[in-house]
């Protein structure tokens, strides 16, 4: 299976570099990596000047704001039959990818896949502090509920996302992984696996506070899984 990655981007010039760097190994030695595509998500800054410095990169606009839309708009574009999904201030590492391979060659009725993201920019702390809510609270979650989606770091098969409608475009910003996950368990089995690691920036979480935000994170899950829907209804603007 070849695998397509998106990676939404609303004015991430200053990140967004680094991402496409952390793949460009990949890009033009591993055949397994179909194609990268940035999705230009109405940006006001040089994101797309800048991911278009990488040659192999296909940069296209989305001129509708939200995560969700520009992830829509990647996988109507993709080839892939896998498609992958990352954050523009994400980067992968060294094993990302034979990992993900690992996990889709073994088993035929997983649709999806996903796992934890460590932020290069918080104190030591927090990444003790998050290591403890993978083991301690994603994993046991993902058990209990059959997903735990990180918007992220996720991978999915492309027939299977086509196969629910795709990305609910409807909603702004929280709630949006869980909400992929809960629909996408219903055609396949999803993973979270603690190894499967990515790097990612947590000027979200400074700008906010780390208590606020993982109330809301985990106020939308609670919402998506119990009433189907998530609770937060404004798009928030430091996205």
Partial sequence: MKLSVVVPAYNEEEYISYCLDSLHRYISHDPRLLEVIVVNNASTDRTAEVAKRFSAVNVIDEPHKGANCARQRGLDKAQGEL???????????????DRLYEHFGRSDDLVGLSGPAYFFDMPHWHKTAMKTYYSFIAQPTHKTTGYMVLGSNFVAKRESLRSIGGFDTSIPFYGDDANI????????????DKKFVVSTSGRRMLAEGPIRVSMRYAANYISETVFKKPVTKRYNDIR
Avoid: K, M, Q
């Fill in 83 to 97: 498609v992958a999904f990352l954050d523009a201030d994400t980067r992968i590492n060294e094993t990302w990818l």
């Fill in 181 to 192: 996950g809960r629909r996408l368990s219903r055609v396949g089995r999803i993973e979270f």
